[in-house]
């Protein structure tokens, strides 16, 4: 079992629908979990972090986090094709509360909208 | 202000060689990473400095991977005897310590493009 999986995908919806992402994680005692966005080409860009359970929004963007089923998922509001990119799950496998260490990726999602 | 810059954007070079890539992370950020990416894939980690110190080296594939932080700032990853294996994007990430709300936040340089032919 991977250490943080996510669907390949690709993912197609049209412009102005909800994207649902999603990612599962095997360590039980990971307390730190962020979503980047990659476009073609370009690094990682973050775009979400979450710690605690339950939903946390910004913009259209909202992260939710179950720590009891180890899944962690990135919803988007009114998707435009901009943001067609992959989508990268990362998780702090050997978190503390305050942990400072690697993070673990899922090999991503391709998000694309289509107008 | 200004992010993670990364040096040289691409590299080029022949089996067996020698090369050394620069991070030099956002200004304050006193945790430094590099990973690699291959197509297709997320980015793995290969090592983590806090300060001048390599806190966790656990991603280096074998001895011919190297990372340097001398003063705690600028890191050059080096890579000997160079393999067609080691052709990916690597990547640095930085990070605050010590903020109130910053919960090992990373935030990537451009990458740098290895190939090795």
């Known amino acids: 079992q991977k250490e943080v999986e996510q669907n390949s995908g690709p993912l197609s919806v049209p412009e102005g629908a909800i994207a649902s992402l999603n990612c599962t994680y095997s360590d039980r005692g990971s307390q730190s979990f962020f979503w980047y966005r990659q476009y073609s080409g370009k690094s990682p860009e973050l775009i979400m972090s979450i710690y605690s359970n339950g939903d946390k929004e910004d913009g259209r963007f909202t992260a939710q986090l179950n720590k009891a089923s180890q899944y962690v998922s990135l919803l988007i509001r009114d998707s435009q094709p901009s943001d067609s990119a992959t989508y990268l799950c990362?998780?702090?496998?050997?978190?503390?509360?305050?942990?400072?260490?690697?993070?673990?990726f899922g090999q991503g999602t391709i998000l694309t909208v289509h107008p | 202000g200004a992010g993670v810059s990364q040096t040289p954007s691409n590299k080029v070079t022949e089996k067996g060689k020698y090369v050394e890539l620069r991070c030099d992370p956002i200004s304050g950020h006193t945790a430094l990473y590099w990973y690699r990416q291959s197509l297709g894939q997320g980015p793995e980690f290969l090592i983590y400095f806090q300060g001048t110190g390599a806190a966790d080296d656990s991603g280096l594939p074998n001895d011919r991977f190297f990372a340097v932080r001398p003063e705690g700032s600028v890191s050059t990853l080096k890579i000997q005897r160079t393999e067609r294996g080691d052709s990916a994007v690597y990547l640095c990430?930085?990070?605050?310590?010590?903020?109130?709300?910053?919960?090992?936040?990373?935030?990537f340089g451009p990458g740098t493009r290895l190939t090795v032919l």
């Open positions: 990362a998780v702090n496998i050997n978190a503390g509360g305050t942990s400072y260490g690697k993070l673990t």
């Open positions: 990430a930085s990070s605050p310590r010590g903020q109130v709300g910053s919960y090992n936040e990373q935030f």
